[in-house]
């Protein structure tokens, strides 16, 4: 019976470990597909910036375990779709109007041409600037644009501040804060949760615009 018990915890402390060589494959995989997604942006000569999770990575935040995301205008997605499944990269259409997927190198990048809470996808690729990620060097979207597309999207269905915190905390030095507080006003959860920012010391109220710093009703605004 104890060997069997000793067999059976072996096995199960085995798992984790398996567990974590496929997230590192993963991982791998997705950085691989993201530099390859990335040069053939480039070669198309249309403009684009990492956006998402990798731009938050990429300016010094955690780094993402899902998916890497691209950005580029809504006039410029025909012809980028048609341009990179010319390198054999394999083009997906989902049913959603604003992104299309490119699969590659067993993962999977989207390429958004609809900014979360924005249409004005221009401005945030001009506020986009060089960086090297991974080796390649590419555009990667401002932290202040990272940080407010990440508060965009935050609502009723979809509220996860573990996704958020983190991102804030550590480019909170990088970020605009009051061009954050213009672009989300209006946005109930996105201004709780800059509320919420203040409350923990992550960020100054006084560096939030007047609507936003005025806080919620009951919060500590003004204390």
Known sequence: MRVARS?????????????????????????EALKRVATALKETGVGFALAGGYAAWARGGPEPDHDADFLIAPEDADKVAGLLGEKDLQIVQPPEDWLFKVFTDESMVDVLYRAAGS????????????????????????ATDVVMQKFAVLGERYCDLAAVLPVARALREQVDWGLVGHGVAGNPFAEATLDLLVRLEIIDRADLPASAAAGPPGSSAGT
């Open 119 to 142: 249409s004005d996808v221009s401005s945030a690729l001009e506020r986009a600037t060089e960086v090297e990620v991974l080796s390649v060097r590419m555009p990667v979207l401002s």
């Open 7 to 31: 067999a059976e915890r072996l096995a199960w402390l085995a798992v984790p470990n398996g567990y974590c060589a496929a997230m590192a494959d993963e991982q791998a995989n997705l950085r």
